[in-house]
């Protein structure tokens, strides 16, 4: 995903649409560094116009030889020589006008394939993207969530996910899915240095022909054995082998589940319209903030959204100070499915909760949401008008 830096946010909104969808903007170059730290997949970083020249070429400079599949294109009011010629010896790989859309995007578009032909396709530095689900709350849809969204991502087999049963203790993932493992995360306690694909391999059970598992303890005791590092291990083990690590998680901020926090790339918290659930989400978010975890990849997807309780989305998005990204209605069709162990994203895709997850899965990668199973009925102009009509788009 392109990297975009310009103090005005004006500027942000104006460079944006010019590259690709799920870009991430950062207002200040200094948080630029960090951001590229924990990213090393990242192909190109566009430097707006208020970004000083002296500030871009010490940049580019620096990461000529360091990151050379990333490619830096410096975006100015006017393109004269003299900057050109600053550019050049830097090693910034581009400099356009920002009056010149087209050739910014060319640009991007030069820079990712310069980017596929370094590191070749599909990359031998392969980074699969951490999504985890979390609520500080028992009970609201964490499990549910997590293995619909996982199997949303997977897209039929078009994306490699793996979901991953951080509720160490009480984990129902496996449950969910009528699965039966015969290895679970447990099996690698005390092989923490030895972790690579072969033995991630062995642990994973495979549901369907599109999602694995890596499932819980089968007895609670076991979690306490689970150290942070086993588990930043694994995830950053199973980063290389897939495109998606969906991390379903216990509420609470536990060891393992900070250790997941910090290794998240977007991070799905859950909240219902309950006043002791938003009070509990309210000090997550704090938490999260504090810790300096997925900001402006924080997603809050709100489950049974539609109960009358007295409050609405306004009020929970003002409690919480975030924009609801996503709501889900109650459906005693989905409590069905999981007495069933038959996640509804399978067992149906039209309904109007599979849609809303792919549509909420596919702002996560970026990419246009998934038609519904080709082998399933299409929609009705009833229900396409009913779930357009109960669940929001993001503001
Ligand atoms: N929107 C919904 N409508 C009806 N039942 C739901 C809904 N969301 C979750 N459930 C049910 O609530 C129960 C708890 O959900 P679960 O995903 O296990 O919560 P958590 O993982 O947060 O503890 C499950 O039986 C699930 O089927
Ligand atoms: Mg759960």
Known sequence: MPVVVDPKSETIEELLPTVPAGAHAIDQMDRLAAWLDNRPEEYVVVLGPHVEQADATAL????????????????????????????????????????????????????YQLYVALRGPGGAMHQGRIVTVFSPKGGVGKTTVSVNLALALADRGARKVCLVDLDLAFGDVAITLQLFPSHTIEHAIGSEDAIDAPLL?????????SVMVLAAPNHPDVRERVTPMLVSRVLKGLRESFDYIVVDTAPAFDEQTLTALDETDECVIIATLDVPTLKNVKVALETLEMLDIARDHRHLLLNRADDNVGL????????????????????????????????LMSQNPQHAFSATLREFSSRLTGEPAAPASAAGRPQTAEEAEKSGRRFRRKK
């Open 312 to 343: 609405g989305a306004e009020r929970v998005e003002s409690i919480l100070g975030m924009p609801v990204a996503s709501m889900v209605t109650t459906s005693m069709d989905i409590a069905a499915a999981t007495n069933a162990g038959q996640p």
């Open 60 to 111: 580019a400079d620096g990461m000529r030889l360091t990151r050379p599949s990333t490619s830096v294109i410096l975006v100015r009011e006017e393109v004269d020589a003299q900057t050109l010629r600053e550019a050049m010896h830097a090693g910034i790989r581009d400099v356009v006008a920002i009056n010149d859309p087209q050739s910014i995007k060319a640009a991007v578009d030069r820079a």
């Open 201 to 209: 391999e062995t642990l994973l059970t495979r549901h369907g022909d």
